[in-house]
């Protein structure tokens, strides 16, 4: 006992160097100084205890327990709040002893291996643990709750690579131009910059399943590394993840949490082979060009906000065009939108793109010129509506498929059509004869039909509407024209309204030309 009191006031006051050998701690040890040895037994004959709230340098390896001493390492001073620097250039071998680096100054240097049997025993989730070698090196996950309070990778150009999930409420630090790879795990990360690569990377891509998680809680900003990943994840937490610079690519799946938002930034987004999650009410953000494999579904809302883009032909449910710049559909691409489209920046190039709207009720946005035009229908029942914010034109063709689109006092134009009989296109001013499907002409408003033109079935709803030149409808299958009780049709004179098929007048028609039903 004499020895040991004699020890820990040495220890104290001044440093302590050992040459070589074996430093045996069969009792206690205080280090609020600096300490050199090249072995360290936290145990001899029974076990020990070391409190370390200085610098304890171990230039070989750390032993904490031989499995039956189990000895217990606090690296800190809990009444001075004063943290403890232990490092060890070899192993650290917890076994089945107890370590303890809890403050947020407390740090571990680990340049070998860092070992541990029972996973409770070794707590870090306050303090750092730097794997220092200047070799490749495993970084632990057997540890409490898989959690490092702050972890750094060092010691040169080698990997430093997790062997399991592992979680980081503080920083992850590479530096010294060592690689941190995730190995096929999920690494988890917190803090709001959780990242410090002063020199280095992360590998987050080389191994399967290789996942990184950004979990910053409550409403929390948190940045994004933009680089490439197998997965990348965001969840906990509604506030925004932000890629500050850097392109990002993700190869096997990205999932956004709900009510956040994930803005890529400026740089480049790969998303060609990736599964996407965006939950409704999540936001994906980019303003840079975006590639998605085609045919992918993106939930939630996708806001290309740069300046001047390629939009990522997918299946979106809400579109968002916004920031500047021309933004480019992609030449025999295909887009389609669920639930809302808005189309924003200075000018859109659709191309021969195909755009589609496959929801149910939807607005059609107007005053566009999209390539190939499609409305489809969600329900298969019933004939949901779809209505104009604007006139439409389609260069290529317009296709119509078990809904009904109003178009109001909007123009409607395109090279070619095609809708389907339960179809219908619905005009209160000057409408447009489509020649498959039905068109309706509604409302007071004074309308000619479309000049000599032939419909395959014509509807009046509204009053005020004049043939005034040749019109034929066609339907030999059923109605070919159908005046409501509340419609009011008048013919011209010296005009001809030919109707092959049948005829239903619930209102008012006026023949003051030639009306022939074949």
Known sequence: MRTIAVLFI????????????TFKNNGTLANTSNMTV?????????????????TLHVTSNFTNSDATHNGHTYNFNQAASSGG??????????????TYNSLATSLINVGGTLSNTTQNNFSTDTGTVDFSGASTQTILSNVKGNEYGALKATGGAFAKTLDGNVMVPGVVTVDNGATLGVGGYKLTVENTAPFSIVSGSVDASTVANSEVDYAAPNTTVQAVLGMSYRKLTVSNGTGTRTVASGNTTVSTALKNNSSTSLDFGGGSVDLSTAAITNPSNATLLAQGNVTIATGDTVGGTFDYNGAGQTIGAAEYHNLTLAGSGTKTFTNGETYSVSNTYVAGGDSRTYGTSTFRYNGGAQSVTGGESYGNLVLLNTDTTVALYKTATGSVT????FTQLRNVLDMGSNTLSYGTANQSDSSRVRFSGAGKAIGSGIVEYYGATAANIENSATYKMLWITGTNKTVSANVATSFTGGTALYIGSAGSLTVDPTFQLTITGDAENDGVLTNNGTITVN
């Open 10 to 21: 040495s220890v104290c006051l001044a440093s302590l160097s050992f040459g070589q050998g």
């Open 38 to 54: 090249p072995n360290f037994n936290n145990f001899n004959t029974s076990a020990g205890v070391l409190y370390n709230s200085g």
């Open 85 to 98: 620097t232990l490092s060890v250039d070899g192993n650290y071998v917890n076994s089945a002893g107890f």
């Open 394 to 397: 389609a260069t290529g063709s």
